[in-house]
């Protein structure tokens, strides 16, 4: 539970109610997308296995559904998913034909690259040269660091990006004080895109550990591990809540040399309980907010 105070429950109330969250392209993930309300804002990842063609015909399947269903769609392009500047051509005029406004542009983590781009950098130049209709292009960020780059280089390659793109997402962190202490010195270093803040939604906690540890946040893993209660969820198999991380950001995120607009919610597909979280969380927040009001 967050401690209380009107103004900034007021702001979260404002960031959570504007979340997006972050879906996998599977089988049945359609019959998961049913419990977000209308008008979600919904990203759709890229898979290093399977290629980016899944996260394009997903994208086509949510444009399809009827008005009461429509969602906002945020696909993502990994780099070394596209094999070269006609392969981009092509997935840019696709992004068109289904009208997409936003798209996130990761490296992505193919070990081998499918083509010719080896970083999300070469991608966003090119898409630059070839012109596009895409209102909004977000970037990936790295509080922890990259497993492949070292922090000067991680920060370079941002500052480097920022013209190029509208919006960075960060990589889970589950250390509320190195998340904030990092995003204060990118803004000291000239980053000024605003960043949605990657919060990890309702998950199975020993999955939520190994993921972690494979994608390099094994430092803020340990302060995961030290949160209240979260041996007993291990044993007694409940899920993972950010509610802890919620709280250790609450006080920063009304700063404005922070600029936080919002959360990327991680939900690993846990669609409906990730969702059934936020909502219980907005519900909280509001009636927190009607009680001060007394």
Known sequence: MLNSHPGRDRVLAGMLGKAYLEIIPTGNILERVVHLPQHAYVAITCSPVHGIEPTLALTAQLRALPEERRLKLIPHIAARMVRDRGHLREILARLDELRVESVFVPGGD????????????????????????????GVAAHPEGHPHADAAESLRLLRAKQPLATYLVTQMCFDPAALIAWLRRIREAGVTLPAWIGLPGVADVAKLIALSLRIGVGQSVRVLRKQKGLAGKLISAQPYQPDDLLQGIHAHLDDPELNIPGFHLFSFNSVEATERWRQATLRRLETAGEVAHV
């Open 110 to 137: 193919a070990p081998v690259p499918a083509g010719d781009y080896h970083c999300s950098l070469d991608l966003l130049r090119d898409m630059a040269e070839i012109g596009h209709a895409i209102e909004d292009i």
